[in-house]
């Protein structure tokens, strides 16, 4: 996406959530939203479900394959928007967390365990990054 604040122009990588504003993510990891802040949700009508704090992590688990499309993913897009993200979680069995591995991320990660004490943390499958994309980033050794 081209986008003008304050006079000047941007570019980024464009993500739509589901009250349809934009997550923006540029190469200099500038992150910001265009209209109301909120949750995005691919729902496929699976029992299971996976979370990302942000779409980057979202697409960097396509990238490596690790998806099937029957299953239903839900993005934070901020860990602050875990309080809309919960009543979706609570409706199923399994739910997977790829959040980040910063204090941000553990914090949400603990919020939900509260909530949902069968959720299946999968950080450690990336403990040596911050996060998801950080890992795909240096397993392909990749420059941002």
Same mark, same amino acid.
């Given at each position: 996406?081209?986008?003008?604040?304050?006079? !000047?122009?941007?570019?980024?990588?464009?993500? !739509?959530?589901?009250?349809?504003?934009?997550?923006?993510?540029?190469?200099?990891?500038?992150?910001?939203?265009?209209?109301?802040?909120?949750?995005?949700?691919?729902?496929?009508?699976?029992?299971?479900?996976?979370?990302?704090?942000?779409?980057?992590?979202?697409?960097?688990?396509?990238?490596?394959?690790?998806?099937?499309?029957?299953?239903?993913?839900?993005?934070?897009?901020?860990?602050?928007?875990?309080?809309?993200?919960?009543?979706?979680?609570?409706?199923?069995?399994?739910?997977?967390?790829?959040?980040?591995?910063?204090?941000?991320?553990?914090?949400?990660?603990?919020?939900?365990?509260?909530?949902?004490?069968?959720?299946?943390?999968?950080?450690?499958?990336?403990?040596?990054?911050?996060?998801?994309?950080?890992?795909?980033?240096?397993?392909?050794?990749?420059?941002?």
């Amino acid at each position: 996406i081209w986008y003008t604040a304050n006079s !000047k122009i941007y570019f980024g990588l464009a993500f !739509k959530n589901d009250k349809g504003g934009y997550e923006i993510n540029s190469a200099k990891r500038y992150k910001r939203c265009l209209g109301p802040k909120w949750i995005t949700t691919k729902l496929n009508g699976g029992n299971r479900i996976y979370i990302f704090e942000a779409f980057i992590d979202y697409l960097s688990f396509k990238v490596l394959g690790w998806n099937t499309d029957n299953e239903d993913y839900l993005i934070l897009n901020s860990v602050s928007n875990i309080d809309i993200a919960l009543p979706v979680l609570k409706k199923y069995e399994e739910v997977i967390a790829y959040l980040d591995n910063d204090p941000p991320g553990k914090n949400c990660l603990e919020k939900i365990r509260v909530e949902i004490p069968r959720v299946i943390d999968r950080s450690i499958s990336y403990s040596q990054f911050d996060d998801l994309n950080e890992y795909l980033m240096n397993k392909n050794r990749l420059v941002r």
